[in-house]
Nanobody, 122 residues
Framework: QVQLVESGGGLVPTGGSLRLSCAAS????????MGWFRQAPGKEREFVAA????????RYADSVKDRFTISSDNTKNTMGLQMNSLKPEDTAVYYC???????????????WGQGTQVTVSS
């Protein structure tokens, strides 16, 4: 049974930084893709970033490019999201997810964490 557990959310002022972590367990993830998504109140879940477990391939949403950095540690089965220069519009529940397809489509990721709240005050 695949399990994903996020941590690291919180409240930060505009311009601040946060680092999210996602611990994965339950299988070998060598061929899997790890993704971060977020969902703000009243909005659909949206893609933030993705990485393969080797870390050789990454993709970012335009809205977070150059501010967020995704990383993976396949020796520890963990994934991170370093978020800098945070804006109020980054406020959302952030989820990590994993699947076998290289895609920004949330529906194609079968495994999800429980989410962690990120709030950026203006």
């Amino acid at each position: 049974q695949v399990q994903l557990v996020e941590s690291g959310g919180g409240l930060v002022p505009t311009g601040g930084s946060l680092r999210l972590s996602c611990a994965a367990s339950g299988r070998t993830f060598g061929s899997y893709v790890m993704g971060w998504f977020r969902q703000a109140p009243g909005k659909e879940r949206e893609f933030v970033a993705a990485i393969n477990w080797s870390g050789s391939r990454t993709r970012y949403a335009d809205s977070v490019k150059d501010r967020f950095t995704i990383s993976s540690d396949n020796t520890k089965n963990t994934m991170g999201l370093q978020m800098n220069s945070l804006k109020p519009e980054d406020t959302a529940v952030y989820y990590c997810a994993t699947g076998t397809l290289w895609t920004e489509n949330a529906a194609r990721y079968p495994y999800w964490g429980q989410g962690t709240q990120v709030t950026v005050s203006s």
